[in-house]
């Protein structure tokens, strides 16, 4: 066998060029010591500390508390559990936090290094500091932008939800009253007509059954605008009554499992919950093409659980991520909005089962909001 020439052997990077490539990166190279105390010491410490941190590395090597010191007061704790767990474990460290420099500038920064024994048995780590300040900085304003966009979307509904209470009170009250007026008025004419005259008594007939038509018509648009029997019953009846109608509609047989005849829910999270639950329903009439459907609805201790399954030819990830797949993004703004999860497995062919959990122990807070609402609606 051939010796292998000098330019076949690996060989290790010059120091000039090791500096470069740290400086590159926009990081300050470190070794971190533990000791007995449970202090910190920086052993060595790059020359880009000075740029980093606003001081002289010669500070940060001599003073083994300047580091520490620099921490934000919020992310000390994490910066120093951090560090406990990759010293007993001797795994990777990494941790993310706040400095405040000497400049009173605040400064957010990523510590990412690896752990190894030295003869004192104590951990050495040998990584890097990286400002990481303008990517945090998107990020925040990302979720920022991300939690007014959750809260513009919940105001939406919850405004939907108040208009359509308006409106189904006011068909109710008003057109419903008008209608049975007119009702009542047409029978005492009909009593009254020449009995001889079939042609005015047919044609009062006719107008007799429009009116019952209106009516009828009128009193399913107020349900389906706001349920009556959500409020005078609950969501237990609710649900079953819904259920009952769907099943009439589709040919789908449900099945209903419950943890009780009755669960009190304030009103927020009953109106969240049947919507959520209509949409879950209009979703097996539109794609699923099931049979049948079981629809279990629990309450626990400090949380409620809504789990629909159905036996239809269910979807992959790509139908579910499709730009037009409204109705089960509809349905995870609805539970984010209550603070819940939601849990969706499906499978071609095996059906899909849709989770929802909401937790309860904000109820009392929640349900003054929303009586807050109504009540300030009615004020305008």
Known sequence: M?????????????????????????????????????????????????????VAPDDLQSDSSYFLNLVHPEDIASFLDTLKSSAQDMCFWNWEGRLN??????????????????????????????????????????????????ELSSHIQDAKEQERLRI???????????????????????QRLPK????????????EALVNKAITSASNLAQSLRPGFLDYFGIIAAIEIEAQEFSKRSGVACTIVKSQENIELPEIHSISLFRIFQETLNNILKHAQAKNAQIEIVKGIDHLELIVSDDGIGFND????????????????RVAHLGGTVKIASALNKGTHIAIFIPLEAEAAASNVAQQALFDDTLI
């Not at 510590?111 to 004192?120: D, I, K, M, V």
């Open 318 to 333: 790509d139908a579910r991520n499709k730009p037009h797949s409204f109705g089960l993004r509809g349905i995870h703004e």
């Open 196 to 207: 001889e005259n079939h042609l005015l008594a047919g044609k009062a007939a006719t107008i």
């Open 101 to 150: 420099l000497p400049d009173n500038a605040i400064k957010w920064v990523s510590l990412g290094a690896a752990p190894r024994s030295t003869p004192s048995g104590l951990p050495r780590w040998e990584g890097i500091v990286l400002d990481i300040t303008q990517s945090k900085l998107i990020e925040m304003d990302i979720m920022r932008a991300q939690q007014q966009l959750q």
């Open 168 to 190: 189904a009170r006011e068909i109710h009250d008003e057109i419903g009253s008008l209608l049975t007026a007119i009702k009542i008025d047409l029978s005492w004419l009909s």
């Open 2 to 54: 051939m010796p292998k020439s000098s330019r076949d052997l690996p060989t290790s990077p010059s120091p000039d060029k090791l500096r470069g490539f740290i400086a590159s990166m926009h990081g300050m190279a470190c070794h971190i010591d533990l000791q007995e105390s449970g202090a910190i010491t920086f052993s060595y410490v790059s020359e880009a500390c000075s740029t980093l941190l606003g």
